[in-house]
């Protein structure tokens, strides 16, 4: 690739930037710090309190499952900028006594009296994105017991009693989600339920919680306790669900009583490709999962290792190879009740390398058509994991979609409702993302899982919308092509290209090849590389993802990692 003196002032300052901790004694330059070790059992979460929590529950006899659900729970109440029983859940379990992998899809649908014709209707063309238009029946408490049911040690009462303690209690909020928090608070205040719910009195009003203030929230304990003490029915089909009916008929909203009774998740084979002797393991559709399978594929041809990591030939076709998966996502990737994909093709080595002839390595894709497979046979989210000492390990996402959701807080149950209906599309019935009553719309969370030789590897994820099939093969990338360390493979500086044709809302398809946000630790020459070839470089903040990750030591225990760009922790014992 030749290079030309041609840098945009936003992108030279992002080059110049320091790459991580280049004093480390380790010669690891861009962990944050090490990894961890422990003997026994490892969770990584995004909050340091639900991190000991899912600690304590496996140090008191439960199992991996058990301590993911108690941290799930904990999280919900802790960042509710980011996830809670509001909103959809999707897990991938390890079970070392069949040593088999189980994935749920716990994503709930739309609401049955609430037609296309409606929002016609209304005159709108997109879904909005808050109040009661987007809310979606929430799948995280179904979840929670068809995981427990399968795998669970310990009663539901115990797994909920920490969240239900520190949510009459309180606890201290943390940095990152006091941002968000506060950036919240001026786009949702405006919803019945919300203020009172999820913001603190001041001389000047009504504010988000800040740094280091406690934080409690009665009425998620209440909510809890309820389902603690009553079962998943307690939320589908009990007076949870009656106060939800309620509060929709009472603000211009459509998810019912009987939507919630109607509710129930489904456990689904996750679905896999090999990268390099390393089998990676997905979610299908509604997710968004097998993108990062479509990715590594057409990643495999090439030699990433002897390019280097950061090289413009790494960044080049890692976008290249996310264009063309991205591609078929906004195609193909939908609720399979309605329309099925053709997944076995689409992640298949043969369909790659037929797509991969699209790829050059001095030209960028301006626009990228979805393939035709013929079948062979921001949004904010936490993602968690866990690990115990019987070797069962537990990949779990769970999110409100947009931030802390829709807005929609029903009326003394503190929690807010998803807005993962915005992803539909209005106006193109054809569409396979189409809106329809009772449908599971498209879907960003996606955990992942990989194993080697048949035995578990790697449990980790990558929240951040349509970043996280992008950090998914990123944190791959790393590790087994350019030799890093489970902590430095999160740490390291990202990619994230945007512009791609999406699945969601007016489907608005790529024609200018998108844009290629880095984050700061990038060489320039790379910069300049890539400018050269004609992409569009620019700095962005934030855009990145939330990682976690726990990998299984072949001499025994395990080593976590944690998130630096969030408020996380990884620890065990």
């Known amino acids: 690739m030749s290079v030309r003196i041609r840098v945009l002032l936003p992108v030279l300052l992002l080059a110049l930037a320091p790459a991580g901790a280049a004093d480390r004694i380790t010669g690891q330059p861009f962990a944050t710090r090490s990894e961890v070790h422990a003997p026994s059992a490892m969770a990584a979460t995004s909050h340091p309190l639900a991190t000991q929590i899912a600690l304590d529950v496996m140090k008191a006899g439960g199992s991996a499952v058990d301590a993911a659900i108690a ?73 929670w017991f068809a995981l427990h049911e399968r795998f669970g040690r310990r009663t539901m009462a115990q797994n909920l009693a920490p969240a239900i303690r520190y949510a009459r209690d309180g606890h201290p909020v943390h940095e990152t989600i006091a941002y968000y928090w506060a950036r919240s608070v001026p786009r949702l205040s405006k919803w019945p339920g919300f203020s009172e719910q999820f913001t603190v009195a001041d001389g000047q009003g009504r504010r988000a919680p800040r740094t280091g203030e406690t934080w409690k929230n009665p009425n998620l304990a209440d909510t809890l306790q309820k389902i603690a003490d009553g079962g998943r029915d307690a939320f589908y089909a009990g007076d949870i669900a009656r106060t939800i009916d309620a509060y929709f008929r009472a603000h211009d909203g459509f998810l019912s009583y009987e939507d919630m009774a109607a509710h129930r998740g489904e456990w689904v084979e996750p679905v896999s490709t090999r990268y390099r002797g390393y089998d990676v393991w997905e979610l299908p559709p509604n997710g968004q999962g097998i993108a990062a399978l479509q990715i590594l594929n057409l990643l495999e041809p090439y030699d990433l290792a002897s390019y280097g990591f950061g090289s413009p030939e790494h960044v080049h076709l890692f976008v290249e190879a996310k264009k063309l998966a991205f591609a078929d ?245």
């Open 329 to 573: 996502r906004a195609r193909w990737y939908a609720d399979p009740a309605f329309h099925p994909a053709p997944v076995a093709k689409l992640i298949s080595k043969e369909y790659a390398r037929e797509r991969g002839r699209l790829i050059s390595p001095d030209r960028v894709l301006r626009e990228a058509q979805p393939g035709t497979p013929r079948q062979l046979e921001e949004g904010d989210t936490i993602y968690l994991t866990t690990a115990d000492a019987d070797g069962m390990m537990v990949s779990l996402i769970q999110s409100n979609y947009r931030g802390m959701g829709s807005g929609m807080a029903p009326t003394g149950l503190g929690f807010i409702l998803q807005d993962r209906g915005e992803q539909f599309v209005l106006g193109d019935a054809s569409h396979p993302n189409a809106y329809a009553p009772g449908k599971r719309p498209f879907h960003t969370i996606i955990p992942a899982f990989v194993t080697k030789d048949g035995a578990p590897w790697l449990s980790y994820g990558v929240m951040g919308g349509a970043m996280q099939p992008q950090g998914h093969v990123q944190i791959l990338l790393n590790m087994i092509d350019f030799g890093m360390n489970l902590q430095e493979a999160g740490d390291a500086p990202r990619i994230h290209h945007d512009g791609s044709t999406e699945p969601a809302g007016r489907a608005t398809v790529m024609s200018d090849g998108g844009r290629i946000e880095l984050e700061s630790g990038f060489p320039q020459a790379t910069v300049r590389a890539l400018m050269d070839l004609g992409h569009s470089v620019r700095w962005a903040q934030g855009p990145y993802g939330g990682y976690q990750a726990i990998m299984a030591n072949p001499q025994g225990g395990w080593t976590g990692a944690s998130e630096s760009r969030k408020d996380g922790q990884a620890a065990g014992y």
């Open 71 to 143: 941290a799930n729970a904990a999280l919900g109440l802790m960042e509710p900028t980011g996830n809670g029983i509001g909103g959809d859940l999707f897990a991938i379990v390890w079970d070392p006594k069949t040593r088999k992998l189980h994935g749920y899809n716990g994503s709930g649908r739309s609401p049955k009296s609430l037609t296309a014709a409606e929002f016609a209707r209304r005159g709108l063309d997109d879904i909005p994105p808050h109040g009661p238009l987007p809310v979606t029946v929430p799948g995280t408490v179904d979840g």
